[in-house]
């Protein structure tokens, strides 16, 4: 297909300035930046859109989710992080067939592109359900695996082989689910895998001072360090959450060019902490920013990320001045490419991926437009996203899902929940 969206104000490539003029996707890839065209004829393009004065930005990016697990939004909100997962989220979890990952998968996905969201990286089990939604919809996936010491590791290499040639808008990323449920035995074997594929590994880390306590007890050592002497970073990686760092941890994740994924709703919403985000900036460490599973957040609204990771950090540094939201939209765009490591994608340029969220101006809380990438960071919610492009392909426009049977997804969601807590 190829669409002309003008009257657009467009993001530049180094996310300080703004573009008055159009932008132009042929296929998958972005065609044209500029300013207005004066000769268009109309069979050039499949479709010509008055974007009215919206502004056209990278697309957003949850860089940590669990994304079907929206079977526990608001099932027990009120425990920490150890009981939380020990007695709801795994004894449930335990219960979803893979019909079921496939159903709740399309409602996080429904979720997520209604927010601008154009890619995921997405740590969980049922990897082929997982792969088939995403695929079906349209969605850009980084699949990144959950092993730990309940199973996992044994289907580790058919997965990185099938599901890594499943689909241009799928990957598969290694990884375990943390180190507090990962023996260092089977550690060990995933670094050696890690090795063998020359592959980073994504994986939770320091979520909790209980999980680097009890890391530091067990190894002498922090959950970052352990890792990194099992060889688990060779080749880089990402930490998801990253709330409790010790100085070694930031040295080992410079060393190493990781990215550090901030999730701050959700640590917040289990009382894990504040993730030190604008020492990660300051000292040059990759930044990414995901809502974390539903069950925990309860929400994948990637906007209400942006915002906390801003304040919350201003807060914990005693500086009204620090966190620039340039830097926060950098990593809530640019940085989720890096951390799902998809080239070509994560600013607006000629030649690259049409992955593009189109944020509606007009509405009153995105004016006036003094600073627009201020208004997104600190203003914007799911409300304002008028578009979803993923590869060439638009998923959400004015509030309707093109490829997604949302009436669907709404009645067989609620019959698995139903049956999983027997109601
Ligand atoms: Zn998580």
Known sequence: MRYRLYNAKI???????????????DDKLISYIGDKLLSVESNDYDRQIDCHGDLLIPGLKNSHTH??????????????????????????????????AYVLSLLGMAENIGCGVTGICDMYNHEIQRAKAASEIGIRIALTDSTNDFGGVDRIEDNYSILNSFDELVSYKLGFHAEYTTSKQLMQRISDIAHKYEEPIYVHNSETSKEVEDCLSRYNATPTEIMDSLGLFDYGGCGYH????????????????MV??????????????????????????KTAIGTDGQSSN???????????????????????????????????TLGGCQCMR???????????????????????????????????????????????????????????????????????SNSICKRLYSL
């Open 342 to 412: 998809i080239n070509n994608c994560g600013t607006l340029d000629v030649g690259s991926l049409a992955d593009i969220t189109v944020i509606d101006m007009t509405k009153p809380n995105m004016q006036p437009m003094l600073n627009p990438i201020a208004n997104i960071v600190y203003s914007a919610n799911p409300s304002n996203v008028k578009m979803t492009i993923v590869n060439g392909k638009i998923l959400f426009e004015d509030g309707k899902f093109t490829t997604i049977d949302y009436d669907y997804v709404l009645k067989e």
């Open 11 to 25: 993001l530049s490539p180094n996310f300080e300035s703004i573009i008055d003029g159009e932008l132009h996707i």
């Open 67 to 100: 994304i079907f697990a929206s079977f526990g939004r608001s099932k027990s909100d009120n425990l920490p992080l150890d009981r939380w997962l020990s007695e709801v989220i795994w004894p449930t979890e335990a219960k979803i067939t893979g019909d079921d």
């Open 242 to 257: 990253c709330v409790h760092f010790s100085d070694i941890d930031f040295e080992i994740f410079k060393k190493h060019d």
């Open 298 to 332: 309860n929400g994948n609204d990637i906007f209400r990320e942006m915002y906390l990771t801003s304040v919350l950090n201003k807060v914990t540094s005693s500086d009204a001045s620090k966190v620039n939201p340039i830097d926060v939209l950098k990593s809530a």
């Open 260 to 285: 550090a994924v901030m999730n701050p709703c959700s640590n917040l919403k289990l009382a894990s902490g504040i993730a030190p985000y604008y020492r990660f900036v300051d000292e040059g460490i």
